[in-house]
């Protein structure tokens, strides 16, 4: 990286620190973390190497995947039809058609707006392309289609009972970490569910206020939520704090389908080195949402322990590039120290 690239980075670097965290912490930046991962990261119960800085997030994982790779992710109808088109569409809630500025554009047996509710009660509106939850909806009535804009239509999606009973008014999603590693065979390296919240809101992301728990990689089993509802602070959780209902040590159904779709569809985009996939368990079992690979928040699962004390995870990021050779020796010396 050349100098005036580096500078530019730094700069760019301290911008996002400063929209996100209220003060500044030097001695975080230097290491490479935003101010806010000081209460953020569980750095009293791991050694902070272990974590994966935001200048590596932020800088080098951008450029794990080539940008073409990325592109199928990026729009929300093109990732739906090419599952369409492998036969993997029935792990979708449902592509019904599009509507651009009012303009209808049908990908069903639904001719018209109209016809959507006469099987429907009530339809998942997205944008074709965004991220973070903005722009979506549900709605239950021709009416409230946007007149401007472009949305993707899809059946609303049904969770499982475990789900439901937890937080009845998200859908609930599974982030589910996917690479590729060297021989090319795809692996799952970690994994968070998130819930919604707060009351009414169909929206389950993290930054939205949603909550967000750890999965044992093997059990299925969670661990107890944890939600960020302001500058330098996480509270965790064991129950749900709008329903009540039980967190820690929830057994997710159909675990292991969860785990098994997450590859299929990792083999399936086969370029992509790194993707996280947004799935969700329904009374039948996995169904997915959609894919993301340009940075794909690796905070989900950190906020929770570091991603790299996963060893084929590391060793895949020091082979991409992200990782330099003393940083996978300062990490080595960490997990030695540790053992002992």
Same mark, same amino acid.
């Given at each position: 990286?050349?100098?005036?690239?580096?500078?530019?980075?730094?700069?760019?670097?301290?911008?996002?620190?400063?929209?996100?965290?209220?003060?500044?912490?030097?001695?975080?930046?230097?290491?490479?973390?935003?101010?806010?991962?000081?209460?953020?990261?569980?750095?009293?119960?791991?050694?902070?190497?272990?974590?994966?800085?935001?200048?590596? @997030?932020?800088?080098?994982?951008?450029?794990?995947?080539?940008?073409?790779?990325?592109?199928?992710?990026?729009?929300?109808?093109? /990732?739906?039809?090419?599952?369409?088109?492998?036969?993997?569409?029935?792990?979708?809630? *449902?592509?019904?058609?599009?509507?651009?500025?009012?303009?209808?554009?049908?990908?069903?047996?639904?001719?018209?707006? %109209?016809?959507? /509710?006469?099987?429907?009660?009530?339809?998942?509106?997205?944008?074709?392309?965004?991220?973070?939850?903005?722009?979506?909806?549900?709605?239950?009535?021709?009416? =409230?289609?946007?007149?401007?804009?472009?949305?993707?239509?899809?059946?609303?999606?049904?969770?499982?009972?475990?789900?439901?009973?937890?937080?009845?008014?998200?859908?609930?999603?599974?982030?589910?970490?996917?690479?590729? =590693?060297?021989?090319?065979?795809?692996?799952?390296?970690?994994?968070?569910?998130?819930?919604?919240?707060?009351?009414?809101?169909?929206?389950?992301?993290?930054?939205?206020?949603? +909550?967000?728990?750890? @999965?044992?990689?093997?059990? *299925?089993?969670?661990?107890?939520?944890?939600?960020?509802?302001?500058?330098?602070?996480?509270?965790?959780?064991?129950?749900?704090?709008?329903?009540? %209902?039980?967190?820690?040590?929830?057994?997710?159904?159909?675990?292991?389908?969860?785990?098994?779709?997450?590859?299929?569809?990792?083999?399936?985009?086969?370029?992509?080195?790194?993707?996280?996939?947004?799935?969700?368990?329904?009374?039948?079992?996995?169904?997915?949402?959609?894919?993301?690979? !340009? +940075?794909?928040?690796?905070?989900?699962?950190?906020?929770?322990?570091?991603?790299? @004390?996963?060893? %084929?995870?590391?060793?895949?990021? !020091?082979?991409?590039?992200?990782?330099?050779?003393?940083?996978?020796?300062? +990490?080595?010396?960490?997990?030695?120290?540790? %053992?002992?």
């Amino acid at each position: 990286m050349g100098i005036r690239q580096k500078y530019r980075n730094v700069r760019r670097f301290l911008e996002m620190d400063r929209r996100q965290s209220p003060e500044r912490d030097l001695g975080m930046l230097k290491q490479g973390f935003f101010s806010k991962r000081r209460q953020f990261y569980p750095f009293d119960q791991y050694d902070k190497s272990l974590f994966l800085t935001d200048w590596e @997030i932020e800088f080098g994982f951008p450029l794990i995947n080539s940008p073409s790779s990325q592109e199928p992710l990026k729009n929300k109808v093109f /990732f739906n039809l090419m599952l369409r088109q492998a036969g993997l569409d029935n792990y979708t809630p *449902g592509l019904l058609g599009t509507i651009d500025n009012g303009r209808f554009c049908s990908f069903s047996s639904y001719r018209t707006p %109209a016809e959507l /509710f006469d099987d429907n009660r009530s339809l998942f509106l997205k944008p074709i392309s965004g991220a973070g939850g903005l722009g979506c909806c549900v709605i239950e009535r021709h009416a =409230d289609i946007p007149k401007e804009g472009s949305y993707l239509i899809e059946r609303q999606a049904t969770a499982h009972d475990y789900a439901r009973q937890i937080f009845p008014d998200s859908i609930n999603t599974i982030r589910v970490f996917t690479i590729k =590693d060297s021989a090319g065979k795809t692996q799952v390296v970690g994994a968070a569910h998130r819930f919604g919240g707060r009351s009414n809101s169909p929206i389950d992301n993290f930054s939205k206020g949603g +909550i967000s728990c750890g @999965i044992d990689l093997d059990s *299925g089993k969670l661990g107890r939520g944890v939600s960020n509802p302001g500058f330098y602070q996480t509270i965790f959780h064991d129950h749900h704090p709008v329903s009540n %209902a039980m967190l820690t040590g929830v057994t997710i159904p159909y675990w292991e389908s969860v785990k098994s779709l997450a590859l299929k569809l990792a083999d399936h985009f086969y370029s992509l080195n790194y993707a996280g996939w947004d799935i969700y368990v329904s009374p039948t079992g996995a169904m997915v949402i959609e894919g993301n690979a !340009h +940075i794909a928040n690796p905070n989900l699962i950190q906020v929770h322990k570091p991603l790299l @004390i996963s060893e %084929a995870f590391r060793e895949r990021l !020091h082979q991409w590039r992200v990782l330099s050779d003393s940083r996978i020796q300062q +990490i080595e010396r960490a997990l030695s120290l540790e %053992a002992k």
